[in-house]
């Protein structure tokens, strides 16, 4: 496993973390969509990279 592709996951799962967190506190729906596809695309091009 590389270097990039670890942190594309962990970078991922931060955000996803995120997304969690909005929903939970009822942030926005336009922030919570932001962060949801800038998770999908950080774990996406992570594992593309493996």
């Given at each position: 496993?590389?270097?990039?592709?670890?942190?594309?996951?962990?970078?991922?799962?931060?955000?996803?973390?995120?997304?969690?967190?909005?929903?939970?506190?009822?942030?926005?729906?336009?922030v919570i969509a932001?962060?949801?596809?800038?998770?999908?695309?950080?774990?996406?091009?992570?594992?593309?990279?493996?």
């Amino acid at each position: 496993m590389s270097k990039s592709a670890t942190l594309l996951i962990i970078a991922g799962l931060f955000l996803s973390g995120g997304v969690y967190s909005f929903w939970k506190q009822k942030q926005s729906k336009s922030v919570i969509a932001v962060l949801a596809i800038g998770a999908v695309l950080c774990l996406a091009s992570g594992v593309m990279r493996l």
